[in-house]
């Protein structure tokens, strides 16, 4: 159906045509856009097809978009038609609505599209006038309806209490590690962000926390408290940790270790675990998975997490040779991605927060202690105006002398001046010698970077790409 538009990328044109506080930083920093009203209309005007499903609703600074991931792979291994909403997209907008992993088709997409176009001619209030944000959620909602998904994942895009997607009435909301970040609308403290994140515990629905820190912990706590909804901190109940690396052909494997306490035998130890051997017999258990990296273990926590309470909300055993299995095939595009080219290796990672570069650097250290890295990195990086340059580049400064400094999106401010100077005083300040090329533009093609990364320095055996998820666009080639 293209009947409205001449094409698909017209038909994106319209939706883009909205204020979209992904891309408009300035309009980001006023409060004012940030409202639940008309997409709450909208949703209304389509009959609420938000309350015709089972939902889990998903926020936090870092790792929400790999748990929404883990715990709608693990449901769909079960026979569940799990829909998975998430943002942004790296390569195509259809990757932001997927139903058991597969993207929304452009036709059914250009269909509910043609629908909510009809909707939004009509209005004649400005208030009730949708944002793009708006419009892809509610094209998300109608869509899991309209295919009869069993449950669906939804990932917040920004903050939580304020965001799109809370309108919904999950039967479970989670909340991975909280950092700073957006802290222009999130607030410049770690309880206010964490007071935005919780906005999305609803009355009497579990939630779900990861591994934080104690002040994030008792503000959490603290609404969950008011909200009257059982808490379920991730520490309390298991601990993963990175216990090394197996290499099998041109893959290379985490090996984790999960430490099962007591807490999690006393309370899901009878009934919901069914014929398993987990946790009958030892506290201990091991597990691969192509999800590498340090900042993996907590988002493992909070999976499983997640997945037991769901699973006694939903009234079925808890299978871990399935979890077991779906963990061993992941893959989450741009999370310590691993790229073989030209007997070199590649990692594409979206780390875009001081912390997760740290653990970032800390796996990559890890795989060089462990031979399955050479020492010589060269690193492409582009970052937003609104990132913790400094913090990012001293990590980034611990393994590497050699940089690719990249402008990435026409849209964001993320020219290399904003930084570039920063990324000197830090070397000087350190006595590092450095070498760094400059790509200013957004005309480029990661191909043709690495080609020259690899000409130049013929030492290099590893390019580590990092600093934003919008890297990946230019790497979707190789």
């Not at 300035?26 to 309350?51: G, H």
């Not at 699973?311 to 808890?318: R, T, V, Y």
């Not at 940089?403 to 999106?409: A, I, P, R, S, W």
């Not at 080609?451 to 320095?457: A, F, G, S, T």
Request: aromatic share 12%.
């Amino acid at each position: 159906m293209m009947n409205r538009w001449e094409n698909f990328d017209e038909a994106l044109d319209w939706i883009y045509s909205f204020t979209n506080l992904e891309r408009d930083q300035d309009k980001r920093k006023d409060k004012k856009n940030f409202i639940l009203y008309p997409i709450q209309k909208m949703n209304q005007y389509f009959s609420n097809p938000t309350d015709k499903f089972k939902i889990i609703h998903v926020a936090g600074s870092k790792g929400k978009g790999t748990v929404s991931y883990i715990i709608g792979k693990y449901f769909e291994s079960l026979g569940y038609k799990v829909g998975l909403y998430t943002s942004p997209h790296l390569y195509d907008v259809c990757e932001r609505v997927k139903i058991n992993n597969q993207n929304i088709a452009k036709e059914d997409f250009l269909s509910i599209l043609e629908r909510i176009y009809d909707y939004v001619a009509k209005i004649d209030k400005k208030e009730e006038i949708p944002s793009f944000f708006d419009i892809f959620t509610e094209l998300a909602f109608i869509y899991f309806y309209e295919k009869k998904v069993d449950i669906a994942i939804i990932e917040v895009g920004l903050g939580g209490r304020l965001d799109s997607t809370n309108i919904v009435n999950p039967i479970l909301s989670i909340i991975t590690s909280i950092t700073y970040e957006h802290t222009e609308v999130l607030g410049k403290t770690l309880p206010k962000i964490a007071s935005e994140k919780a906005g999305i515990i609803k009355d009497k629905v579990p939630i779900i926390l990861g591994k934080n820190r104690k002040i994030v912990y008792d503000r959490v706590k603290k609404i969950a408290s008011k909200k009257d909804s059982d808490l379920y901190y991730s520490q309390d109940y298991l601990s993963v940790k990175t216990k090394g690396f197996i290499k099998s052909k041109l893959k290379i494997f985490s090996k984790y270790e999960i430490e099962i306490k007591d807490k999690l035998i006393e309370e899901f130890g009878k009934g919901i675990l069914g014929k398993d051997d987990f946790i009958k017999d030892k506290k201990n258990y091991e597990m691969i998975s192509q999800l590498i990296g340090c900042f993996q273990n907590e988002n493992i926590e909070t999976s499983i997490c997640a997945i037991l309470v769901a699973s006694k909300l939903l009234k079925i055993d808890f299978i871990f040779e399935k979890l077991k299995e779906i963990m061993n095939e992941a893959y989450w595009p741009s999370r310590f991605e691993i790229i073989n080219y030209k007997g070199k290796i590649l990692i594409l990672d979206g780390a875009h927060t001081e912390d997760s570069v740290k653990k970032l650097i800390r796996t990559i250290k890890k795989l060089i202690k462990e031979k399955y890295l050479n020492r010589e990195i060269a690193i492409i990086t582009g970052m937003m105006k609104d990132k913790n340059h400094i913090g990012i580049l001293k990590n980034l400064l611990k393994i590497s002398k050699t940089f690719y400094f990249v402008e990435l999106d026409k849209w964001k401010d993320s020219k290399v001046t904003n930084y570039l100077n920063k990324a000197i005083e830090l070397a000087d300040a350190k006595n590092i010698k450095i070498t760094y090329f400059v790509q200013n533009g957004v005309d480029w093609k990661g191909k043709d970077i690495v080609d020259k990364i690899l000409e130049n320095k013929k030492d290099i055996n590893t390019i580590l790409i990092t600093g934003s998820l919008y890297l990946a666009q230019y790497f979707k080639d190789f």
